[in-house]
């Protein structure tokens, strides 16, 4: 398999741990919490967001410099693997010689 191949495999893998754990904290810490803080939480999240909704455009430009975000991690982290990898693949080969 290609560095590349293997930094942007690598690159996902990351970002999916990085989701798990965030959304392990927050099962950790409404677990720890309990039911009625939760449900207050919900509630207040309630008012804030679903009550009184925001306009169509500006879900789609929040949600869109989202996933712009995302992709720049993803590219970032993918970059600095490949030249890591890429790095220590050129040092193996010139040992080797």
Known sequence: MKIKGIS????AVMI????????????QKWHRLGREA???HESQNFDM????????????VIWAVFALLL?????????????VLSA??????????
């Open 71 to 83: 992709f720049v991690l993803y590219k970032g982290i993918s970059f600095v693997l490949t030249k």
């Open 88 to 97: 220590f693949s050129h040092k193996d080969e010139t040992a080797k010689v």
């Open 8 to 11: 942007e495999l690598f690159s």
């Open 16 to 27: 999916g741990i990085f989701f798990g754990l965030h959304s392990n904290g927050l099962h």
């Open 38 to 40: 939760f449900l207050v």
């Open 49 to 60: 967001s679903y009550a009184n909704p925001s306009s169509l455009m500006h879900l789609v």
